[in-house]
């Protein structure tokens, strides 16, 4: 699809604000999908096109300042003493049609409690995405909350991908949400910006991992993040060549087998203190993974196009971060290769020596993932010497036993890291749990003829490929590991429907504020 350069526009009060200008999708294919705030004063219900969302609390109160129609005021006042409001669970909502005049179509209320908890936001959010379905939708806010959680749900699940369809459905001009405040609620129009370009960074993210091996393969992928020096962000790609001269072994070994060449991209974000330490981003990059020699069944290899996740993410942040210009030092190392059963093939059983150092046996091709993070790794702290390292990856299928499609595995060696990170992943609404790193797990990589294997048995496997990659990161080095096999695709979150959910990049995008 060609790439236009386009200006985006927040309409406040029927003034334009200037957000940002960058190089985006082309007009026809727009995301995210507009958005109005206006002032509580200046809404008229005559004017409200399609769908109109009200907040009620409990005790059924109507609030008196709206302009509403004053049959459209009886017959919602009407509705809220029926034992339908009366039953209706808190927090859940009922449409009612409007039989009186021809705008709004149809009136959502949404049962709320006296309080609203920051969690019901989000729920807001998705009730919200569910009653629009493509239409143009005004909200009353009357919460005594901040409104961008309930926003940012909206926009986030607006996402869809048509682009495979010859007759793509849903392409038509973006239908517009309003959000209508008291002027007793305060925003900032920072606040806003940063939620676009958000909300841009999940949908690249999730059109990487929805695209197909046959489009998005190693050399397509350089070439789309080529496109970040236009928003600031230096990109360095290093080529085989390259990779072989520097010693990164693992790396190279996992895409021997394929046609399409191996890479390693690097981009760096240069938002923080001159020389300051960055934070490392390490995305894992399998564009297709069908087991290389330890070969998958069929079932098992027909959606392993996904299992470049965290390489996606791992984009995803950085073109949020450079788009909001935050105040972080980023460097993300991206390692692009498919893992193909070839000539040149590595096998089980080969030797292989790390960019470390360390003499790897390969008893099993299809554990690849690990193979190049631990190169990454290794690479990120010689020549970047970061303050922190995240690492992110569809690593194991065993994650996905441990925790479901819920919950993102999450290791580290630095409890106050962590702690940050999981508060962050808490309040965003990002679901993360911490897996331990124990000794016990990585005496099982050991090895009779070479310093370590890449596989340990199948107890605790997720665990086990952690201690794989710990053996890469030095204790200095306060590291998080990611697993994010489970949340990656085919599950739905608070901010997606069901396919690719570009899990980690609101979360990293909410850390990187607090602790650039």
Request: proline residues 3%.
């Amino acid at each position: 699809m060609k790439i236009k350069l386009f200006k985006r526009y927040f309409k406040i009060d029927n003034v334009d604000y200037k957000q940002l200008t960058f190089r985006g999708y082309s007009k026809k294919n727009m995301r995210p999908h507009k958005i109005s705030i206006k002032r509580k004063k200046n809404f008229n219900l005559r004017y409200q096109k399609n769908k109109f969302v009200l907040f009620i609390d409990e005790d059924g109160r109507l609030d008196n300042d709206l302009p509403l129609d004053n049959h459209i005021s009886e017959l919602i006042k009407k509705f809220t003493r029926t034992e339908v409001f009366k039953n209706l669970s808190f927090n859940n909502s009922i449409s009612i049609d409007n039989p009186i005049t021809l705008e709004p179509s149809t009136i959502l209320i949404v049962k709320v409690k006296n309080f609203v908890g920051d969690e019901e936001l989000f729920d807001f959010g998705k009730i919200i995405s569910s009653f629009k379905d493509g239409n143009a939708v005004s909200i009353i806010w009357s919460i005594d909350k901040p409104f961008i959680s309930t926003l940012r749900t909206v926009q986030l699940r607006s996402y869809v991908f048509n682009k495979l369809k010859s007759r793509p459905k849903g392409s038509k001009d973006i239908a517009e949400t309003t959000f209508f405040l008291d002027d007793k609620f305060k925003f900032s129009k920072l606040d806003l910006q940063r939620n676009d370009a958000l909300a841009d960074g999940v949908f690249l993210s999730r059109d990487f991992v929805n695209l197909p091996a046959n489009i998005l393969n190693t050399e397509k992928f350089e070439k789309e993040l080529k496109k970040f020096k236009q928003i600031g962000v230096k990109v360095r790609v290093l080529n085989e060549k390259d990779i072989k001269a520097i010693g990164m072994n693992l790396l190279f070994a996992v895409g021997k087998g394929s046609s399409n060449p191996s890479k390693v991209l690097v981009l760096e974000w240069k938002g923080g203190k001159s020389g300051a330490q960055p934070t490392a981003l390490i995305g894992k990059g399998v564009v297709f993974d069908s087991g290389g020699l330890s070969l998958k069944s069929s079932s098992g290899m027909v959606d392993m196009s996904m299992d470049m996740a965290g390489a996606a993410v791992v984009a995803g942040v950085i073109k949020s971060v450079a788009q909001s210009n935050l105040k972080v030092n980023l460097v993300g190392l991206i390692g692009l290769v498919e893992n193909m059963p070839g000539p040149n093939s590595i096998r089980p059983g080969d030797v292989i020596k790390s960019l470390k150092g360390d003499l790897v046996q390969v008893n099993n091709t299809d554990a690849e993932g690990r193979l190049l993070l631990g190169d990454l790794l290794w690479y990120a702290q010689q020549k970047f010497k970061p303050k922190r390292i995240f690492d992110l990856a569809t690593l194991t299928g065993a994650i996905i036993i441990a925790l479901g499609k819920e919950y993102a595995g999450v290791f580290s060696n630095n409890d106050k890291f962590c702690d940050e990170f999981l508060s962050v992943c808490d309040q965003s609404n990002e679901k993360a749990w911490r897996l331990p790193l124990d000794k016990k797990f990585g005496d099982a990589l050991s090895s009779k003829i070479t310093d370590i294997t890449n596989v340990g048995g199948s107890q605790g496997s997720s665990i086990v490929a952690a201690m794989f990659l710990n053996n890469f990161v030095k204790k200095e080095t306060p590291w998080i590991h990611l697993d994010i096999a489970g949340v990656a695709k085919n599950t739905e979150t608070i901010f997606s429907k069901n396919g690719a959910t570009a899990w980690g990049v609101v979360a990293l995008f909410e850390y990187f504020q607090r602790f650039p």
